[in-house]
């Protein structure tokens, strides 16, 4: 009996062991310095690359997709006069956005759509834990995270070790990339309230609100090296739907996203280039359900209202801004340009 199980043991120690090892290799390999400055998302990195800037004041819209089907360049222009692109991603999160910006210098603006799913230890589901953020966990707070869903924690590696090696890429198609990276939505919400609780119940940002703070220490960290900058930049709490707030009033859901809004505009505050709008708890009337395609992202036609809306914040600020003599590289950028707002 003694002789079956050390045999059984054995047979399962010999094939884990190396697994362990090159686990623990590839983890010390990964949070190597050299990879601080790596955005491991490709997604972003291809509209980079497909979306070049020439003038020498930019606005480069950045973030989650509640930026990437909300603010179109072209809209933004037309308000500023100042060129614009939209590099953001779907699930694009801070932690990955952040070190994609070093493409650009100080003299751009940048505007950027922060959900609150960013700091929900529980919104796990593929995707919605980016390829950075693991990058940046360890060990240990990759598995008090995953708990014991070993199959995503080793799915997670796999695609981390593709961006290492350079394995994994994106393509835009043509009317993207024409739109300036706009990726535009013409659907309309369709109000159903028999599936409403059920949707909720499934949606992969609150069916479990975990706030142990793992994932919003990593978060902070990232606004913190946008504070380094020497940039206009404007960080938003996106809005939704009426009926959406409406019928999660004095829910979990609704605590959970008034006290992502209080963090998000306490972080903000610390910093004399970084502005905070909160578009949850502020509403914008004319972003009527019709203006949705879903409960959380406007359609085409919102999306020219909304990028209308937050070109006239960008020219308020930066009227502000001139009025206070506030020496930033932006600033004497659009003087010697002789831009007026």
């Not at 070190?99 to 603006?109: C, E, G, H």
């Not at 609704?254 to 502005?275: G, P, Q, W």
Request: proline share 3%; net charge positive; aromatic share 12%.
């Amino acid at each position: 009996m003694k002789r079956f199980i050390r045999k059984v043991l054995k047979f399962i120690l010999l094939p884990i062991i190396p697994l362990l090892l090159a686990l623990f290799l590839f983890e010390n390999y990964s949070h190597q310095s050299s990879f601080n400055d790596y955005s491991f998302n490709n997604s972003t990195e291809s509209k980079i690359f497909k979306l070049p800037v020439t003038d020498s004041v930019n606005i480069i819209v950045a973030g989650d997709s509640r930026a990437q089907r909300q603010l179109i360049p072209k809209v933004i222009k037309s308000i500023t006069g100042i060129n614009s692109i939209n590099i953001a991603t779907s699930s694009g999160d801070l932690v990955s956005t952040v070190p994609s910006l070093s493409a650009y210098n100080d003299k751009n603006i940048f505007i950027i759509s922060a959900s609150s799913w960013q700091i929900n230890d529980g919104a796990i589901d593929h995707g919605y834990l980016s390829d950075k953020c693991f990058q940046q966990l360890t060990l240990h707070e990759k598995v008090s995270i995953y708990g014991n869903d070993v199959k995503e924690i080793i799915w997670c590696y796999f695609d981390l070790i593709k961006l290492i090696l350079k394995k994994d890429k994106y393509h835009y198609n043509d009317k993207t990339i024409k739109e300036d990276g706009f990726y535009g939505v013409d659907d309309t919400l369709k109000i159903d309230p028999n599936h409403f609780t059920d949707f909720i119940n499934a949606h992969s940002w609150y069916k479990k609100i975990n706030t142990n703070s793992i994932r919003e220490k990593i978060f902070s960290k990232s606004l913190e090296k946008l504070k380094e900058r020497n940039s206009l930049i404007i960080i938003y709490q996106p809005p939704v739907s009426p009926y959406f707030k409406e019928n999660i009033k004095n829910t979990a859901i609704d605590k959970f996203e008034k006290e992502y809004s209080k963090k998000l505009a306490k972080l903000c505050s610390k910093s004399d280039n970084i502005v905070f709008y909160d578009f949850y708890n502020k509403d914008i009337s004319i972003l009527e359900n019709t203006m949705f395609y879903d409960h959380q992202h406007l359609n085409r036609n919102g999306a020219k209202l909304f990028s209308k809306i937050v070109s006239e914040k960008v020219i308020s600020e930066l009227k502000s801004r001139m009025n206070k003599n506030i020496p930033t590289k932006l600033h004497v950028s659009l003087n010697q340009r002789k831009r007026t707002f």
